[in-house]
């Protein structure tokens, strides 16, 4: 992706461009990890809990911007433990257990799925 798209897609980040990363928030600093991802040219990002302690705002920021890549044709590989984020960006579940994959579906049956995620999740 060109400057001019990452900055499109992250306009916080434009507004900071001439501040060193150690000196962004944690969601600038998120978010700067994935552009810079994507100004490599990859296909695919693999993201472990892109959200932990972020703030609400900045979460539903990463949510819409994944929901962009995948429109464009992105594929998105997401760890997350927070479900309902996890629940807006995804369309296939895979829920694992002391390291163990136990179930795995497609978005469509998860009102199927309610009562397994509790068990695991505790949601």
């Known amino acids: ?12 980040l434009k507004e900071q461009r001439n501040s060193q990363g150690t000196k962004l928030s944690g969601g600038e600093q998120q978010m700067l990890a994935i552009a810079r991802m994507l100004r490599t040219g990859v296909t695919m990002l693999l993201l472990d809990e892109p959200t932990e302690g972020l703030a609400p705002v900045i979460v539903h920021q990463i949510s819409e911007l994944l929901m962009t890549l995948k429109a464009r044709g992105m594929t998105v590989l997401l760890v997350e433990q927070n479900f309902r984020f996890a629940s807006r960006v995804a369309d296939r579940f895979y829920l694992m257990e002391h390291g163990k994959v136990v179930s795995g579906f497609p978005v469509e049956e998860l009102s199927v799925h309610m009562d397994e995620l509790h068990d695991v999740l505790g949601v």
């Open 1 to 12: 992706m060109s400057t001019e798209e990452i900055f499109a897609l992250f306009p916080n």
